[in-house]
């Protein structure tokens, strides 16, 4: 604005005119590209909020081309003083910063999306080109592969080179061979004998020999059958059983042990081992004095030989197998060798009363038939009767080892067909099966207040129970259902004996 002074009175009027008519023309001019700030009218918002604008084409002369331009994005960004951006941008005033921001307009971001996602599927997608390029390597990869010389030689080179070297690998068969040839070698020492017959059982029993003996009792696990029936070819057999009969323990032992490793399980082996007369020197070695490890392997390797075998459960009936037994049960007062003993009688009852059962093989074939038969010829209840048995077992549960109790349990409710009578008028057994019922509920009791498992007291409880059932089923003194007459006159199960 420029000021106008005036010296005269005259022209002060005319003065006056010229101030007031400049002072028009200055409020009267707009820059068309000026931000206006518009007033809120609409009294919801405050202060904090933002103001937007947009900014139309800047006509200004005031030189523009030299003004910084920003390229907007989807994003606001801030405007410093001396920076234009492009026509159609979105600009707004934050009220809160007091500072100017712009992004894309509506058009320019719609546009800019779709782009920016046509650009991001792009880069995801497979390129064809480069799709092409990776297949042709792989196949060139592939060529140099077959060209190039196998890593894997062939195995009658490989057995060439290890003859050379003195490394030549053996099978089975003539490892059984070498051992055999050791052993019956007269240069051969005792320990060496020992080495050679615990290498033969490893190669007839693998599987079980992983598993102890006393749990395994030859006939739960899967055994290397091919090896043993092997063995009996080459006349391994023979001086097996010459072991048997030696003067040495250790001998003695090892011979047992592989003798019932090549059975166990084993029809055809089960088959020779009886008509070489294996069974009598089983027989023969527990009737004469040995030595508690000898007679454990012996008796191992009896139960081998008879499980699932009547033809060798006949013979060994008629040979006075059971009065040995007897004896040898009578003589032992630690308990390992009763157990055993107990265990493989009634595996013996419980195979016979399995094949007997109607439904155990789907098709009644002619198989099933001659078992029956052989198994009909084997009369070991009533021999178990008449050796004394039904008093010898009960005599078990006088044991303190639970696993003891059990096999004698298992075997007294095995015997009652033929047993019956004598468990009746047993006030010893009556007063152990009472005494025993009270002392595992007892058990179960404190278990349960710690949280324990009592699966295996219950067990034996129901064990118990059942053979108890039996004893009193039919008594004039006991109602119709004994089973609930023993849980509620356990403590006047003793006197039961007297009235019969």
């Not at 060139?140 to 070297?165: G, I, N, T, V, Y």
């Not at 404190?446 to 064990?463: D, H, N, Q």
Request: with cysteine; aromatic share 6%; charged share 25%.
């Amino acid at each position: 604005m420029k000021l106008i002074f005036c010296y005269s009175g005259r022209a002060s009027l005319c003065c006056l005119f010229l101030v007031l008519l400049q002072l028009h023309c200055s409020l009267s001019q707009k820059s068309e590209g000026a931000l206006t700030v518009v007033e809120n009218t609409e009294g919801g918002r405050g202060v904090d909020e933002e103001e937007e604008v947009t900014v139309d084409d800047d006509d200004d002369d005031d030189g523009g081309g030299d003004f910084e331009v920003v390229q907007p994005n989807e994003q606001w960004q801030t405007l410093k003083p001396g920076q234009a951006v492009p026509a159609g941008s979105h600009v707004r005033l934050n009220l809160q910063t007091g500072e100017r921001e712009v992004r894309l307009g509506e058009e320019q971001l719609k546009y800019w999306t779709q782009q920016h996602r046509e650009e991001e599927k792009s880069r995801s997608s497979i390129d064809p080109d480069e799709l092409k390029r990776a297949m042709k390597k792989i196949k060139e990869d592939q060529s140099s592969q077959d060209s190039a010389p196998s890593r894997f030689r062939p195995l009658d080179e490989l057995k060439k080179d290890m003859a050379d070297l003195d490394l030549l690998v053996e099978t089975d068969v003539q490892i059984m061979r070498r051992l055999l040839d050791q052993f019956n070698s007269s240069s051969s020492t005792l320990e060496q004998r020992l080495s050679i017959l615990q290498e033969l059982e490893y190669m007839v029993h693998q599987v079980a020999r992983h598993i102890p003996h006393e749990l395994t009792e030859c006939y739960h696990v899967n055994l290397h059958v091919d090896n043993a029936q092997t063995l009996c070819a080459m006349g391994g057999l023979s001086f097996i059983l010459q072991g048997l009969n030696s003067s040495d323990v250790r001998f003695q032992e090892n011979s047992a042990l592989v003798l019932g490793s090549a059975v166990a399980s084993n029809p055809v082996v089960q088959v020779q081992a009886v008509e070489a007369g294996a069974l009598q020197t089983l027989l023969t070695t527990l009737a004469t004095t040995q030595p508690l490890n000898v007679k454990k392997k012996v008796l191992y390797a009896l139960a081998c030989l008879l499980r699932h075998f009547p033809y060798a459960q006949r013979h060994f009936l008629s040979h006075g197998g059971l009065q040995i037994l007897s004896e040898l049960f009578r003589a032992d007062a630690g308990g390992i060798l009763r157990t055993r003993i107990v265990t493989m009688l009634y595996d013996m009852i419980s195979e016979k009363e399995l094949i007997s059962q109607a439904g155990l093989d789907p098709v009644q074939d002619q198989a099933h038939a001659e078992r029956l038969r052989q198994y009909s010829q084997v009369s070991l209840q009533e021999e178990l009767m008449e050796e004394g048995w039904c008093s010898l077992v009960p005599q078990l549960l006088q044991s303190t080892e639970h696993d003891y109790r059990e096999k004698a349990l298992r075997a007294l409710l095995a015997m009652t067909p033929v047993c019956l009578d004598q468990y009746r008028s047993d006030g010893v057994l009556l007063g152990s099966l009472l005494a025993l019922r009270l002392q595992y509920s007892e058990l179960i009791q404190s278990e349960m207040i710690l949280g324990e498992e009592t699966s295996y007291f219950t067990e034996m409880v129901e064990l118990i129970d059942s053979l108890q059932v039996k004893v009193l089923l039919g008594h004039p003194g006991v109602p119709e259902h004994p089973s609930i007459f023993l849980h509620q006159n356990q403590e006047v199960l003793p006197q039961v004996s007297l009235w019969m």
